[in-house]
């Protein structure tokens, strides 16, 4: 089947900093990925919609300038999460869909962001 | 107020037990309503569906949808320790031109020996 890589899959960092999390289609070229977030025992929650060459679409009450999302090729999509809080700290996940198969969604690893 | 509902929340059981767990949505333009599997990292997935009535199987487990009640169940037999994991029901809906994906809160399975 399909892969989906994200990178890293842990970060550690500082409150104030920023972080950026990288999600690649390996094998297949996605027109659209998705952003998630997951908070323990929770599920998904759909941050923001990445299409290729063009503005990301965002979720009610996702902060833009908070989580930066870039889709600059038709393999690449990267999340930067900005002046990062303790409140930040959560599991992201993307995933991307693959144009050869209907509706399918592939699932990257998942990063774990902690920000201390 | 959640547009997909997942029931039940959580479900502990046997090795050897059937289980069926719910999922009910609610939107606009339905396009497909997916089954996904999540244990220690990212979902994986099981079912898509997309007509009524259609049973999809894997192995032990099944999958069938039911637009008119616009629902669908996910069936696990003789379910094994393995099987222990949160199962995230999705439903894709088009809004806008775009496809739009909502995940269920989950139904949460542990499978004691």
């Known amino acids: 089947g399909a892969v989906v890589s994200q990178h890293p899959s842990r970060v550690i960092c500082k409150s104030g900093t920023s972080v950026k999390i990288e999600c690649r289609s390996l094998d297949f070229q996605a027109t659209t990925m998705f952003w998630y977030r997951q908070f323990p025992k929770q599920s998904l929650m759909l941050m923001a919609t990445s299409n290729e060459g063009s503005k990301a679409t965002y979720e009610q009450g996702v902060e833009k300038d908070k989580f930066l999302i870039n889709h600059a090729s038709l393999t690449l999509s990267t999340l930067t999460v900005t002046s990062a809080h303790p409140e930040d700290s959560s599991f992201y996940i993307c995933?991307?869909?693959?144009?050869?198969?209907?509706?399918?969604?592939?699932f990257g690893p998942g990063t774990r962001l902690t920000v201390t | 107020e959640d547009k997909v509902v997942q029931s039940p929340l959580s479900l502990v059981v046997h090795e050897g037990d059937t289980v069926t767990l719910n999922c009910s949505y609610e939107?606009?333009?339905?396009?497909?309503l997916l089954w996904y599997k999540q244990e220690k990292k990212a979902p994986t997935f099981l079912f898509m569906l997309t007509s009524s009535g259609i049973e999809k199987k894997s192995g032990r487990l099944s999958s069938i949808l039911d637009k008119k009640e616009l629902s669908s169940i996910l069936n696990i037999t003789a379910t094994q320790t393995g099987d222990s994991a949160i199962y995230l029901c999705a439903v894709g809906e088009r809004s806008g031109g775009s496809y739009i994906p909502t995940f269920g809160r989950g139904t949460s399975l542990i499978v004691h020996p």
């Open positions: 995933s991307a869909r693959d144009p050869r198969q209907s509706y399918e969604q592939y």
């Open positions: 939107v606009t333009n339905f396009r497909s």
